[in-house]
């Protein structure tokens, strides 16, 4: 093979690169171009987020290595984009023969994969436990729920109850577990990422003791008022401020004028008596309110505290690991980690480093990261390469903090920044589309809390090109028509859009339909509109089986096996086909149902869920349409996997497919499916039908401040409503 002789060292890009302008080709180019230089494939480390993107690198790589060995043309394009220099088809054989011939040692693979290796390496000095392995996410669910029940079975009652009453404001809208698993599945990260004193920030104001605020109160009713509606208006405030509604109080009547700093009420002065009195009441309703919001921060804390020791503690019994436990641990001991150790552990120089998609990294991984990243923007003969797209950031929800992309360079020394903003997919008519909506979305005229958000969005936003110039497009915003009653419009928003999606299907047969939408929910209702309208669709953006009639009857006849007297689903199978094969034909007969769900456990037990399954979905195969017995099908892997992890109580295989989202695709034009799943995949024709739903959704029950983007927390705090905020102090507001 021939080598360029001493081939010129490759610079540290930094590539900020829009959708559709070839960030995975960027990447491919710098891989391939390492090949070429000699560089080992295992002293190049390629990750990014998900399995599906690491196969597609893989891919691409052999692909065009092979597709080069053979054609000319190819083998051409692959020298001007790795380098130039003489590149023969003898060359071109001998990098594709090395990569073959070491694939087990190649590391293009997910950033969940690498940390999981140097865990393996390091589990010693981690302190994890002998043979751990990462936890099947039905058995991590189990381990959630055995520790919430230890919680509530084990801790302190008095103290629970607290707690509890504090975090509902005393409302029971939820059960007690539920709560819990709430609080759990929604807070549990931050409390990791956080130390305790990071949730005591929320001040404290004095308040007035009891006798002083009757004495205010009886205070505030002793002045007389001018007018009838100033005293009728300062009664109501009085008995607001007795029964300890302080939201109330500060937000109506006169309350509301003297904290907007206005001296008349209905064009009358307010006597300077009662405002100062006011005030007092003011100074106390804000201390409770604000103080309100402390303690229930703090009495989250103390219950994700309590989680958190039973749930170690069963997990170390399991040896059991998340991929987000081992990438606490590698980010803890990176103080620690010798990488000269790591190195001759893991069998490998590690002397190139190819991140793609970094807007997605997380504080705890950019941690472990960051060294690598500078040992190889240090040393000789190593290259760094990083690519990713703020816009395209879609992992805030598992930690994701896109800011990190922003900052790499302020900690990453000697990066050249480039930027790609050139399309290779769109037609001009999109790409001109997406530029004016970017350019004139600060003319909104009711951007509210979001305006400082877009403000900086609108700064940051540079015009995009695309290089298909000659190809054609068009961009078009309807308006779905109004529907009679307001609480129909999104019914009759998704209805329209199935009539449109059906109208361009016979303007344009054969061509490839994207509808993308917003919430997986919204994929299953509009895969049944259009099929209504005759419209053959691949559904993929999942859903649980239960949106299936024969899934319920099957889970209905579990049901029984473990609550007999269930009269619900005892009617179900009594009314279905599956009731004659399990001899379940009187909703009445309690003997009868109690002997068949005798048998459904005996069977589960000494045949397992799969088979079982199997034979009822046999069974129910002559009641089933296409889509129905589909959907049996899907549901019979499930079964037979869970048998692996299978307990004795039939409700846990039930809660595994409820909350088991399971796509139901098809060859099909039209393909349903979430933005965030149609990433990288291109589509004729795409149909945004949620357009109109709230730029800013329900916001995140605690709200957290950190100064620096990889920095630890500052402060945590609980969500407070518009009026609440406005009595904390400016920095927490």
């Known amino acids: 093979m021939n080598q360029p002789d001493a081939p010129s060292p490759l610079p540290h890009l930094l590539i900020r690169a829009s959708a559709g302008t070839g960030k995975t080709f960027q990447l491919t180019n710098r891989f ?37 060995s053979v054609d000319s043309n190819q083998r051409e394009q692959l020298r001007r984009w790795t380098g130039g220099g003489e590149f023969t088809r003898d060359d071109c054989l001998a990098v594709l023969q090395s990569v073959v011939q070491r694939l087990h040692r190649l590391r293009i693979g997910t950033m969940d994969s690498f940390f999981a290796q140097m865990a393996r390496s390091f589990s010693l000095e981690l302190g994890l436990p002998p043979g751990w392995q990462i936890v099947d996410p039905l058995v991590d669910s189990r381990l959630r729920r055995d520790a919430i029940h230890r919680v509530l079975g084990a801790g302190d009652t008095a103290d629970l109850r607290t707690l509890i009453h504090l975090l509902t404001k005393g409302e029971a809208t939820r059960g007690i577990s539920q709560l819990v698993r709430d609080t759990v599945d929604g807070l549990y990260p931050l409390y990791l990422s956080t130390r305790p004193a990071a949730w005591q920030q929320v ?83 804000r201390a409770q309110l604000v103080g309100r919001v402390a303690l229930q921060t703090e009495a989250s804390y103390r219950l994700l505290a309590q989680f958190h020791l039973q749930y170690v503690d069963l997990k170390q019994q399991q040896r059991a690991m998340r991929f987000e436990d081992v990438t606490r641990c590698l980010a803890e001991l990176q103080d620690e980690l010798d990488w000269d150790r790591l190195i001759f552990r893991m069998d490998s120089q590690l002397a190139h480093v190819l991140l793609d998609e970094f807007q997605d990294t997380s504080p705890e991984q950019w941690r472990v990261l960051k060294p690598l990243a500078q040992r190889v923007t240090t040393a000789p003969k190593t290259s760094f390469f990083c690519v990713g797209d703020l816009k395209q950031a879609i ?121 993308l939408v917003r919430k997986n929910q919204t994929v299953g209702q ?55 094969v399990l001899g379940i034909t ?52 499930m079964a037979c996997a869970y048998d692996n992890v299978a307990t004795l109580r039939a409700d846990d295989f039930i809660d595994f497919v409820h909350s088991t989202r399971v796509a139901d695709p098809m060859p099909a034009d039209v393909r349903v499916m979430t933005i965030h799943q149609a990433k990288g995949i291109e589509f004729d024709i795409v149909v945004l039908p949620e357009l109109d739903a709230d730029l800013i959704g329900q916001p995140e029950s605690f709200v957290m401040d950190r100064p620096d983007v990889i920095g630890p927390i500052r402060r945590v705090c609980r969500y407070a409503n518009q009026r609440t905020q406005e009595l904390m102090p400016h920095d927490i507001r």
């Not at 998900?50 to 692909?63: C, H, N, Q, S, W």
């Not at 109501?236 to 907007?260: C, H, M, P, Q, Y």
């Not at 149902?593 to 046999?618: C, F, K, M, N």
Request: neutral net charge.
């Open 395 to 515: 992992y805030g929800w598992r930690g994701g903090v896109a800011e990190i992309f922003d900052a790499i360079d302020r900690q990453v020394d000697g990066l050249q920044p480039l930027s790609m903003n050139v399309s290779y997919r769109s037609s001009p008519a999109v790409i001109e589309t997406v530029n004016r909506v970017f350019a004139r979305i600060m003319d909104h005229p009711n951007l509210r809390q979001a305006e400082g958000a877009v403000r900086r969005w609108c700064q940051n936003f540079e015009t995009h090109e695309t290089a298909c110039s000659d190809r054609p497009g068009y961009a078009q915003l309807q308006t779905a028509p109004l529907a009679s009653d307001s609480h129909l419009q999104r019914a009759e928003t998704l209805d329209f859009t199935a009539r449109q999606i059906a109208a361009l299907t016979k303007q344009a047969p054969g061509r490839s339909v994207g509808v």
């Open 203 to 285: 001040p404290r104001f004095k308040s007035l003791d009891a006798a002083a605020l009757a004495q205010t109160i009886q205070a505030l009713r002793d002045v007389p008022l001018p007018t009838k509606r100033m005293q009728t208006a300062r009664n109501a405030d009085g008995n607001r401020a007795l029964r300890g509604d302080w939201d109330g109080f500060l937000s109506t009547g006169l309350t509301k004028k003297i904290v907007e700093g206005q001296p008349e009420f209905y064009s009358q002065p307010i006597p300077e008596a009662i405002v100062a009195i006011y005030r007092q009441l003011i100074d106390h309703g």
């Open 32 to 68: 391939l171009q390492l090949l070429r230089n000699g560089v080992g494939c295992d002293q190049i480390l390629a990750t990014t987020f998900t399995r599906k993107a690491a196969g597609e690198i893989l891919d691409r790589v052999i692909l065009r290595l092979a597709g080069a």
């Open 526 to 580: 509009l895969i049944y509109l259009l099929r209504r309208h005759q419209v053959l669709a691949s559904e993929e953006g999942g859903n649980p089986l239960t949106d299936s009639a024969a899934v319920l009857n099957v889970l209905s006849a579990l049901r029984m096996a473990d609550h007999p007297a269930d009269t619900v689903a005892c009617f179900h199978l009594v009314h279905s086909p599956l009731g004659q």
């Open 586 to 637: 009187d909703p009445n007969n309690r003997e009868q149902a109690a002997d068949a769900a005798a048998r459904i456990r005996h069977r589960l037990v000494a045949e397992g869920y799969g088979p079982t399954i199997q034979d009822w979905a046999s069974r129910l195969s002559h009641h089933c349409n296409p889509r129905e017995w589909n959907r049996l099908q899907q549901l019979l892997p």
